[in-house]
C-alpha cells in the first residue's frame, strides 16, 4: 500500500530555514514524481513544488522560488523540500503527495490538487517571531 509522511515542520523566526522530509512506504520514489503542497487556515491548498521521476526537472510556484529547493534521496525513499528566507506567509501545513500519472508534474509551477491521487498527513510549519 503505497503511503507517504511528511515530517520536519516546526516552529521558525521570519528569515529561518527548515527541511521537509516525505518519506514513501509501499512503491518505489524513484519511479514517481513527487509534489509538494500546503494549506494555510482559510485558504484552499495550494502547489509548492514538484520533481519529475527522473529528478532532473523541478517546479517552483513564483510565491516559493528562489527559496525553495526540492531535491530526493532514491536509496532512502525519500523527498525533500528545503526552505529558506521563511516569511509568515509560508505558514501553513505541508503535504507531499504522488500525482495520478506517476511521472510527470501535472501543471508545471501551477501545480493542481485534482492532478494527485496520494496524499500523506501534512506537517505543521509556523514561521512568527
Known amino acids: 500500500q503505497l503511503q507517504l509522511v511528511e515530517s520536519g515542520g516546526g516552529l521558525v523566526q521570519p528569515g529561518g530555514s527548515l527541511r521537509l522530509s516525505c518519506a514513501a512506504s509501499?512503491?518505489?520514489?524513484?519511479?514517481?514524481?513527487i509534489g509538494w503542497f500546503r494549506q494555510a487556515p482559510g485558504k484552499e491548498r495550494e502547489g509548492v513544488s514538484c520533481?519529475?521521476?527522473?529528478?532532473?526537472?523541478?517546479h517552483y510556484a513564483d510565491s516559493v522560488k528562489g527559496r525553495f529547493t526540492i531535491s530526493r534521496d532514491n536509496a532512502k525513499n525519500t523527498v525533500y523540500l528545503q526552505m529558506n528566507s521563511l516569511k509568515p506567509e509560508d505558514t501553513a501545513v505541508y503535504y507531499c503527495?504522488?500525482?495520478?500519472?506517476?511521472?510527470?508534474?501535472?501543471?508545471?509551477?501551477?501545480?493542481?490538487?485534482?492532478?494527485?491521487?496520494?496524499w500523506g498527513q501534512g506537517t505543521q510549519v509556523t514561521v512568527s517571531s
Open positions: 503527495a504522488v500525482p495520478r500519472v506517476p511521472i510527470l508534474c501535472p501543471g508545471g509551477n501551477s501545480l493542481r490538487t485534482s492532478d494527485f491521487g496520494s
Open positions: 509501499g512503491f518505489t520514489m524513484a519511479y514517481y514524481a
Open positions: 520533481m519529475f521521476n527522473s529528478g532532473g526537472s523541478t
